[in-house]
């Protein structure tokens, strides 16, 4: 039990540091060490429950500068109050000197430890991985409201806890943002890591931190996911300081390609190198925005390039090879296709509705026209994009083109049987205004033919397939119905 008295010999295992007066806590073992503190799992005698003792490094006890950011990252985390940010209980002092602070006892693993556990057993653990990066997002927006930076975002400062729970942790050098300077000042050297800062902090322009800084390193923390590196990851800490400052970031996916990960989705991409611009103007201005469009890529609504048409302009085309679906913002579009060579209206497509998905499905051509009725804006769900989405689950993506295929070959066929009827009933129109029983067959068959766009055997089988059509010589005959031909039998006969 300790309490306050000498400082014991430091092995860098034990709890030496001596503690305030009062304070009676039982050293259950390090639980962490970093740069400028470690922290032990103690049990509280006085109010009988296991917490989190943080103690500032034996070596920075006399300095100035690293108490006061000690004292700081305890007040500043007491004051944040959130589910993602673990709580402090009680900040102590020595001789005026404050150098330990109790909060939680966090159990799990950093994000680090569970990227790197994942790629080591060759698991995925993309939407696990998203879904703690969105957790961070409401920790941070809640530390942005009470104008707190956290300064140093990185996979290793997230918990990700035994029974789900997900913190964001090491507030030692934020900062109050009311608190920096605001003009240009000399800074010996940045704080922070150099792997995942943005431009302005490594090169300790304090001046321009807000914000969008922190935003840079939440876009460096999905960049770790997405392709296994940091955006600024080099063999030295120089090397990673220059590449900070520098600003320039090599596109995940190709980081990913050149180390033979899987392909990384392009709309995640997007928000990754929107978040680590160079510019901070060119950023997400806001943690909200940038948990926005990482939402709507988790929930699959992820926000899609638009085109907008005039009315009477064809979108899609019959025939055509399908390389994206649409989706109608605004305006009315008309379904068509050609049937017996003429337009056949099919229906009317408004706001919210998808089209063209099939194509893209099962790699045929456009089974219809689709033209804008009014001025129409739509937006586009290119192939990829569709192949990603269906990636996501192998089941899903096999009953989806079943589906679409077999829907295709089911409407494949209606189509012929409606084409047969009018061919038949074109060559039956033909007859009728002749004023015959027949007429001569190859010129009525190439009429057929051109109109229908169909082959000349698929059309003479068709027509030579229906009841009341014959073949006699070379002319196409219609053959009397059943009772007429049955009358014509009687004549002659005598009644019984």
């Known amino acids: 039990m300790f309490g306050f008295g000498k400082?014991?010999?430091?092995?860098?295992?034990?709890?030496?540091?001596?503690?305030?007066?009062?304070?009676?806590?039982?050293?259950?073992?390090?639980?962490?060490?970093?740069?400028?503190?470690?922290?032990?799992?103690?049990?509280?005698?006085?109010?009988?429950?296991?917490?989190?003792?943080?103690?500032?490094?034996?070596?920075?006890?006399?300095?100035?500068a690293a108490l006061a950011s000690f004292v700081t990252e305890a007040r500043i985390t007491a004051q944040l109050d959130h589910?993602?940010?673990?709580?402090?209980?009680?900040?102590?002092?020595?001789?005026?000197?404050?150098?330990?602070?109790?909060?939680?006892?966090?159990?799990?693993?950093?994000?680090?430890?569970?990227?790197?556990?994942?790629?080591?057993?060759?698991?995925?653990?993309?939407?696990?991985?998203?879904?703690?990066?969105?957790?961070?997002?409401?920790a941070l927006a809640f530390a942005h409201s009470k104008g707190v930076l956290h300064l140093d975002l990185k996979p290793s400062n997230v918990i990700v806890a035994d029974f789900g729970q997900i913190y964001l942790v090491d507030w030692g050098i934020a900062r109050r943002k009311s608190e920096l300077p605001k003009g240009p000042v000399e800074v010996r050297t940045a704080q922070g890591t150099p792997n995942y800062m943005a431009p302005e902090q490594a090169a300790g322009e304090l001046w321009k931190f807000d914000e969008r800084t922190d935003i840079f390193a939440l876009g460096g923390m999905l960049y770790r996911v997405l392709c296994g590196k940091a955006p600024h990851a080099s063999s030295t800490a120089d090397q990673a300081m220059e590449k900070a400052v520098a600003g320039v970031v090599t596109p995940p996916d190709v980081v990913a390609a050149g180390r033979k990960r899987a392909?990384?989705?392009?709309?995640?991409?997007?928000?990754?190198?929107?978040?680590?611009?160079?510019?901070?103007?060119?950023?997400?201005?806001?943690?909200?925005?940038?948990?926005?469009?990482?939402?709507?890529?988790?929930?699959?609504?992820?926000?899609?390039?638009?085109?907008?048409?005039?009315?009477g302009e064809a979108i899609i085309t019959e025939g055509e090879p399908g390389d994206a679906a649409y989706v109608i913002i605004e305006g009315s579009c008309l379904a068509s296709r050609l049937v017996g060579g003429q337009p056949q209206e099919l229906r009317r497509l408004n706001p919210g509705e998808l089209f063209g998905e099939?194509?893209?499905?099962?790699?045929?051509?456009?089974?219809?026209?689709?033209?804008?009725?009014?001025?129409?804006?739509?937006?586009?769900?290119?192939?990829?994009?569709?192949?990603?989405?269906?990636?996501?689950?192998?089941?899903?993506?096999?009953?989806?083109?079943?589906?679409?295929?077999?829907?295709?070959?089911?409407?494949?066929?209606?189509?012929?049987?409606?084409?047969?009827?009018?061919?038949?009933?074109y060559a039956l129109r033909h007859l009728v205004a002749a004023g015959a029983r027949s007429t001569p067959w190859k010129p009525l068959l190439h009429k057929l033919v051109e109109l229908s766009g169909e082959p000349e055997a698929e059309v003479s089988a068709w027509v030579l397939g229906a009841t009341g059509f014959a073949l006699e010589g070379d002319s196409l005959v219609v053959l009397p119905l059943p009772a007429q031909r049955g009358e014509g039998r009687g004549e002659g006969q005598t009644a019984e």
């Open 7 to 64: 400082k014991r010999e430091d092995d860098g295992k034990s709890l030496t540091q001596p503690l305030p007066e009062g304070w009676q806590v039982v050293d259950l073992g390090l639980l962490g060490s970093g740069g400028m503190a470690r922290v032990y799992r103690v049990r509280d005698e006085v109010l009988g429950r296991e917490v989190a003792l943080k103690v500032l490094r034996p070596e920075l006890l006399k300095e100035d």
């Open 83 to 138: 589910p993602n940010i673990p709580a402090v209980y009680a900040l102590g002092s020595e001789r005026k000197r404050s150098s330990v602070f109790t909060m939680k006892v966090l159990e799990g693993q950093t994000l680090q430890e569970q990227l790197e556990q994942d790629e080591r057993e060759g698991l995925g653990g993309l939407p696990e991985a998203l879904e703690v990066l969105l957790r961070i997002c409401d």
């Open 263 to 311: 392909p990384v989705p392009r709309r995640l991409v997007a928000i990754c190198m929107k978040a680590l611009a160079k510019d901070p103007a060119e950023r997400y201005q806001t943690v909200e925005a940038f948990q926005r469009d990482l939402e709507r890529y988790t929930r699959g609504l992820a926000q899609l390039p638009q085109r907008s048409f005039k009315a």
């Open 358 to 425: 099939a194509a893209v499905f099962t790699g045929q051509p456009r089974s219809a026209t689709v033209t804008a009725v009014t001025d129409t804006v739509v937006g586009i769900v290119d192939q990829a994009a569709l192949r990603e989405e269906m990636d996501r689950t192998s089941f899903m993506s096999l009953a989806i083109r079943t589906v679409a295929s077999t829907f295709l070959d089911l409407d494949r066929q209606l189509v012929k049987q409606r084409q047969q009827g009018q061919v038949v009933e």
